[in-house]
């Protein structure tokens, strides 16, 4: 069954709402931690202007869902830009659906994941995006450089290469609880690109 825009209207917004077998969606959001840990610790929103660079090199054919929206930084400038948009958040923010806890997501979207994740579980996100979009759709994750390091990782990369990955020579902003400010970052973050069955190698690009 696929996942639709009418359907996520129905869903509860408790922030422990897990769903039930019957649910169109069987949990979204972000992970199975209290909404303290994840607000103290997970979320850092994400400029905007980052949504404006990656769509200005890579297109993405079908719906989006922001399974990590937060207060829908991301996902404003995806329907700007007049994608079809499905938002959800483990935490209620006041944006899209929230008590949706994505690594416990079963069903199957047709359509691409594009978002900034909890970054202590974005592996996790990494593998559970993969596993729920169709061959030829695409995950994008905005991700720190240092996401390439770990063992752990690595064999996650030579299993499931992503195709493209953008590192971005100017910084760009993650706030966190979205607090911006004019100081700049000392991060350095990248796109990550998948299309789900690609087994190439990787391409490194620059952007920004």
């Not at 840990?37 to 989006?64: H, N, S, W």
């Not at 690595?154 to 607090?179: D, G, I, Q, T, W």
Request: glycine share 8%.
């Amino acid at each position: 069954m696929e996942l639709g825009v009418n359907s996520i209207s129905v869903i509860p917004r408790e922030k422990d709402w897990v769903g039930d077998e019957n649910s169109v969606f069987k949990t979204l959001g972000a992970s199975s931690h209290t909404s303290d840990d994840r607000e103290q610790d997970d979320f850092y929103a994400t400029e905007p202007k980052a949504i404006d660079i990656l769509c200005g090199v890579e297109k993405f054919e079908g719906r989006i869902w922001e399974c990590a929206c937060g207060q829908g930084h991301l996902s404003k400038r995806l329907i700007d830009m007049g994608y079809e948009v499905i938002s959800s958040d483990l935490i209620d923010r006041g944006y899209g659906v929230g008590g949706i806890d994505f690594l416990k997501c079963s069903r199957p979207f047709d359509g691409n994941i594009i978002t900034n994740p909890p970054y202590k579980y974005a592996k996790e996100f990494v593998e559970k995006a993969l596993e729920l979009i169709p061959n030829g759709k695409k995950l994008a994750m905005f991700l720190k450089l240092q996401f390439l390091e770990g063992k752990a990782r690595k064999e996650m990369f030579v299993m499931h290469p992503p195709k493209v990955v953008y590192v971005s020579s100017s910084r760009l902003l993650c706030a966190k609880n979205a607090v911006f400010h004019d100081k700049g970052s000392a991060v350095a973050y990248c796109w990550y690109i998948w299309e789900k069955g690609y087994q190439g190698d990787t391409i490194l690009r620059w952007i920004n």
